[in-house]
């Protein structure tokens, strides 16, 4: 729903009160929390961000649901953690089999088996790799948006007040 719901634009054909600028580049009206984002070239409403996965601006009408889809994906990887854990312990500790035959094998089926569970090996690594690095990063995006949910702040009001707060504190006006 991130992807495909608008973010929220100023209204273009009509007369808005709240009208706090004019935009630069768009040359039209900019309420307050609306800022120009440079990727869509549009002004968005209460922006966040332009996310390039989602490839949409993150703005007043969309927030949500891209909140939405870090918590799900975090959750996904979570899933994946637990049911891949068990192939892993399985193919790294695996349990002695005592029925095997290993005098049938032919030099080519072990050639072709040894590249399989080579390719096995290097597969759970790199995906064990990557959802601890993904549960990871989208632990810590989740864990900053819901900071700023929870202070009304969307990403580029938060660099703003941080470099008023820096030059206010310089001034010795805090």
């Given at each position: 729903?991130?992807?495909?719901?608008?973010?929220?634009?100023?209204?273009?054909?009509?007369?808005?009160?709240?009208?706090?600028?004019?935009?630069?580049?768009?040359?039209?009206?900019?309420?307050?929390?609306?800022?120009?984002?440079?990727?869509?070239?549009?002004?968005?409403?209460?922006?966040?961000?332009?996310?390039?996965?989602?490839?949409?601006?993150?703005?007043?009408?969309?927030?949500?649901?891209?909140?939405?889809?870090?918590?799900?994906?975090?959750?996904?990887?979570?899933?994946?953690?637990?049911?891949?854990?068990?192939?892993?312990?399985?193919?790294?500790?695996?349990?002695?089999?005592?029925?095997?035959?290993?005098?049938?094998?032919?030099?080519?089926?072990?050639?072709?088996?040894?590249?399989?569970?080579?390719?096995?090996?290097?597969?759970?690594?790199?995906?064990?790799?990557?959802?601890?690095?993904?549960f990871v990063a989208l632990g810590a995006l989740m864990a900053y948006h819901s900071l700023l949910i929870t202070k009304g702040e969307t990403c580029i009001e938060r660099h703003i007040n941080?470099?008023?707060?820096?030059?206010?504190?310089?001034?010795?006006?805090?």
């Amino acid at each position: 729903m991130a992807f495909i719901t608008s973010p929220g634009h100023p209204p273009q054909d009509t007369t808005i009160s709240e009208v706090v600028s004019f935009c630069k580049r768009c040359i039209g009206p900019k309420p307050s929390r609306t800022h120009h984002c440079s990727v869509c070239n549009k002004c968005v409403l209460k922006m966040d961000h332009h996310c390039p996965w989602l490839n949409n601006c993150i703005g007043h009408f969309n927030h949500r649901y891209f909140f939405m889809f870090c918590v799900y994906t975090w959750i996904g990887t979570i899933f994946v953690m637990i049911f891949g854990y068990r192939i892993a312990y399985e193919h790294f500790w695996p349990k002695a089999d005592i029925t095997s035959n290993h005098s049938n094998n032919s030099n080519s089926t072990n050639i072709s088996t040894n590249f399989i569970d080579y390719m096995k090996h290097k597969c759970i690594i790199f995906e064990g790799l990557m959802t601890i690095g993904i549960f990871v990063a989208l632990g810590a995006l989740m864990a900053y948006h819901s900071l700023l949910i929870t202070k009304g702040e969307t990403c580029i009001e938060r660099h703003i007040n941080s470099k008023e707060r820096k030059r206010l504190l310089e001034m010795g006006k805090t």
